[in-house]
């Protein structure tokens, strides 16, 4: 990093929780407390719409703020890959919305939003009930694909074949597969082509499954089928294969047999335009597009994604209807928790200054990303972006990426920032 602050120095701040808050989100604008109570529907209680629903409150009490959020306990995507570990279990990803409700007065409604109704201004549950609202703020995350691997469905990720891309069920069924594989078995892991929620996921939990295989079936391997030719933090990724899992993680370049066109759930055979493979565990990270409300709702381009205008996160094809999140088409921003709580800030403060009758303030945005490998060795990446004439960009100099001569102390130092972030975010989100 340059600019005045060092890569120490933004890790330390967000352990402090300083750019856990939007950089410069409130610098110019002044007070924030409206007088006119207004209604603001959030669909999605993740960090991007847990973020909003909290911050909308906090920059302005008299606005009702109603959360649709159909899970009571939301478990989280970033350390899930921890949990095929063994180093978390599930109850250490759980978090959920009392203190929304209880301190911040949110009205949280355990209830799956079902359609949207744009120029009515209102969303119907799945109970039935119909909810209006002044502006609307959608977080829906993500869909998948599965059609974009012939043979591959929700039954099979259920059963099978789980992509784990959404913590949870699959993430407990990954891990039980991962118990009861032979020593000496084969773990595939299918990692799709951008964009896809958490670039570096796939190669984080080849890291974690490879470090769990080290210590209890040394004899096994991990495979991963790549859909791209290179992959977030590659250099740092290979560098720490080498020296801790040596000959234990194969990655496959879609060129070079990665790219994975059909399963067989029946014989757990992957085939790639090279040929059919068996494994005893196989893990298809599918394709992406946005959550189905949002698809449903008419919120999507051609590309599956929602357009935004970046200084609100307001859709381009619905006025009034604000997208948020992985869903979101952000620009340089990755698909990341990080990101979409910070989106939802954005988002929050920009409904506040629409109610006041103000422009809102262009706004810089933060995402960081960690990914451990070993329990005291995690690489990272970070970054500050900036609104310009193109969308979102990336402030030059502003974030970058664990170094590559890092000695183990930094290392180490890392994986103390990679728990502390995440202590520090769950408490921002939902604390």
Not at 74 to 91: D, Q, R
Not at 373 to 382: E, G, M, P, Q, R
Request: overall charge positive.
């Amino acid at each position: 990093m340059s600019n005045g602050l060092s890569r120490r120095d933004f890790n330390k701040l967000l352990l402090s929780g300083v750019a856990g808050s939007t950089i410069g989100l409130f610098g110019n604008s002044g007070t924030l407390f409206g007088a006119t109570s207004k209604r603001v529907v959030v669909i999605g209680g993740g960090f991007g719409g847990a973020s909003a629903a909290k911050y909308l409150r906090k920059l302005d009490p008299t606005i009702q703020v109603t959360l649709v959020e159909p899970k009571s306990v939301y478990h989280t995507c970033p350390f899930s890959n921890w949990v095929l570990s063994g180093l978390k279990n599930m109850e250490d990803i759980a978090h959920f919305y009392d203190v929304l409700r209880n301190r911040y007065k949110v009205n949280v409604i355990a209830d799956t939003a079902v359609s949207i109704d744009a120029d009515k201004s209102s969303v119907t549950l799945q109970t039935g009930k119909t909810l209006y609202f002044d502006r609307l703020i959608v977080a829906p995350g993500i869909d998948f694909k599965y059609d974009s691997v012939q043979g591959y469905s929700e039954n099979v990720a259920n059963s099978v074949m789980p992509h784990a891309w959404q913590a949870g069920p699959q993430t407990i069924l990954l891990h039980k597969q991962l118990q009861a594989m032979p020593n000496g078995g084969k773990v595939f892991i299918s990692a799709p082509a951008n964009p896809f929620r958490c670039p570096p996921g796939p190669y984080e939990r080849a890291s974690l499954i490879a470090r769990y295989l080290k210590e209890q079936k040394p004899l096994s391997k991990v495979i991963i089928f790549d859909a791209k030719e290179s992959f977030s933090k590659q250099g740092l990724f290979k560098q720490a294969w080498e020296r801790l899992y040596p000959g234990m993680i194969e990655w496959r370049a879609s060129t070079m047999g990665g790219k994975v066109v059909s399963v067989d759930a029946a014989t757990m055979t992957v085939t790639t335009e090279f040929g059919a493979e068996k494994g005893d565990v196989i893990n298809i990270i599918p394709a992406q597009k946005a959550g189905k409300i949002a698809v449903d709702a008419g919120l999507t381009d051609a590309s599956g994604w929602c357009p935004i205008n970046p200084i609100s996160f307001e859709s381009t094809l619905h006025p009034g209807i604000h997208v948020i999140g992985d869903a979101a088409i952000a620009g340089a921003m990755p698909k990341s928790g990080f990101a979409a709580s910070s989106q939802g800030k954005v988002a929050a403060a920009a409904i506040v200054r629409l109610f006041q009758g103000k422009v809102p303030a262009p706004p810089s945005l933060v995402n960081t990303c960690y990914s451990l490998i070993d329990k005291n060795y995690a690489i990272s990446v970070a970054g500050v972006y900036k609104l310009a004439m193109t969308g979102i960009v990336e402030i030059k100099g502003s974030g970058g990426l664990t170094p590559m001569n890092a000695d183990a102390d930094q290392l180490e130092q890392e994986a103390m920032f990679a728990q502390g972030w995440y202590d520090n975010i769950s408490q921002d989100v939902w604390g």
